[in-house]
């Protein structure tokens, strides 16, 4: 997914301008989201993108941004508690992660797509 920023403009007859949100800020409110979800124990990458990890933080792993028209979707890689209900996890990792990102970040949210790496105890 491309890792661009989010230009939203001001809306209003007597606005001008608008703001620009860095993809760093977008995937740290979702990571922090996700990682306080019950049933979520660690969020996991891809090998590959490790390294890049490396620039962004810690808060950044497993999430991945796709910027479009006024909306960002969100990836997120998550490892899950074991014996936990998937579907309900999964219900309550977007509800949350949407919540943070859209009421505390400003930033409206398209989808979010959850792929469940591993199960742990």
């Known amino acids: 997914?491309?890792?661009t920023d989010l230009k939203i403009p001001f809306s209003g007859p007597d606005l001008s301008g608008g703001?620009?949100?860095a993809h760093q800020v977008i995937a740290k409110l979702a990571?922090?989201?996700?990682?306080?979800t019950y049933g979520v124990v660690a969020m996991q990458e891809p090998p590959i993108r490790k390294l890049g990890r490396f620039f962004r933080g810690s808060l950044s792993e497993g999430i991945e941004l796709e910027v479009g028209e006024g909306s960002v979707?969100?990836?997120?890689?998550?490892?899950m508690e074991r014996g936990v209900n998937i579907a309900?996890?999964?219900?309550?990792?977007?509800?949350q992660v949407r919540y943070q990102v859209e009421?505390?970040?400003g930033v409206?949210?398209?989808d979010i797509n959850v792929r469940?790496?591993?199960?742990?105890?």
Do not use: F
């Open 73 to 79: 979707d969100i990836g997120l890689h998550v490892i």
């Open 88 to 95: 309900q996890v999964t219900a309550n990792l977007q509800e």
């Open 1 to 3: 997914m491309a890792q």
């Open 116 to 121: 469940v790496e591993d199960l742990q105890d």
């Open 19 to 21: 703001v620009t949100v």
């Open 108 to 110: 409206p949210v398209g």
């Open 31 to 36: 990571g922090k989201a996700a990682r306080t």
């Open 103 to 105: 009421r505390v970040g």
